[in-house]
């Protein structure tokens, strides 16, 4: 199986044997034109694959309709209505699966890692961006309308309607940050080594935090879920102090007392979540 994970900057792709990452390749995206990444994406299954292509799971972060293969809206690369799964199957000839990245690591983590002992689980990926996946009863659910998961979308400044810059990502994730510090190229390893020791990044963390740890609470009180997996850049990089604030923060905001049991947990796959997930689903 091969799993593909294109993000806004990144491309992977990965061989997938006995449910573990076996070989795997990496290239970054300098151009975003879509037919330029549909190119990139087949060359570089076929170096990791050779010319047996059967099953393609491919993860991209946005929206996207799974049913048709259509990538709806991709924030990172502009891209609107793009039919991916399509282009990739007319290339390479074998089964293509398209899902959203953090559906698909949600998947992942709920096949193979974190989630593996429970019936239902949301996932949380905190990086350039801010995503998140819901599994229930077993299944993913996407909703009538297919593109359930956008947790990163949600308002979080709700008292501002001229504020253009009101959901969650725009806040809470490292674009968010490098937004209301007014720094554009804040990496995240500029994060980790500033928090805790320089002031403004470290409040900057602190607001993320306590941003994401509210929302998840929602969704905690929403649904009455019983384990949250935590993953992404910013939460394996961050580390403890960072799961911990957001921990604090949910354990403060959910209703009632009795869902204060849930478990916020982190990913034990990482990187490799995504394409696991991504090839399950294809195959």
């Known amino acids: 199986m091969i799993g593909v994970d294109i993000g806004g900057t990144n491309l992977l792709v990965g061989r997938i044997e006995n449910e573990k990452v076996i070989e795997r390749a990496h290239a970054q995206i300098v151009n975003c034109n879509f037919e330029t990444v549909v190119d990139q994406t087949c060359d570089l299954i076929r170096k990791v694959a050779g010319s047996n292509v059967e099953h393609v799971g491919i993860a991209v972060a946005g929206g996207v309709d799974c049913r048709t293969g259509v990538v709806l809206r991709a924030q990172n690369l502009n891209w609107d209505n793009v039919s991916l799964g399509a282009r990739i199957t007319d290339n390479l000839g074998c089964n293509v699966v398209i899902e959203n990245d953090v559906t ?136 403890v102090p960072y799961i911990d604030a957001i921990r604090n923060q949910c354990l403060k905001d959910v209703f009632p007392d009795h869902c204060k049991q849930c478990e916020l947990r982190t990913t034990i796959l990482g990187p490799d979540a995504g394409l696991l997930g991504a090839a399950a689903l294809a195959k």
């Open 104 to 239: 698909a690591a949600a998947w992942g983590e709920f096949c193979f890692g974190a989630g593996k002992n429970v019936d239902s689980m949301f996932a949380v990926w905190v990086g350039t961006g801010i995503g998140g996946g819901l599994i229930l009863d077993g299944k993913i659910w996407r909703g009538p309308l297919g593109t359930a998961g956008e947790f990163g979308m949600g308002i979080s400044s709700p008292e501002n309607e001229a504020e253009p810059f009101r959901h969650l990502e725009a806040i809470a994730s490292r674009s968010g940050m490098q937004r209301v510090l007014s720094m554009p190229n804040l990496t995240t390893k500029d994060i980790v080594s500033g928090f805790q020791h320089d002031p403004n990044i470290t409040a900057a963390v602190a607001k993320s935090a306590r941003r994401i740890g509210t929302a998840i609470a929602n969704v905690v009180t929403l649904l009455s879920l019983d384990c949250v997996v935590l993953g992404g850049g910013l939460i394996e990089s961050l580390g």
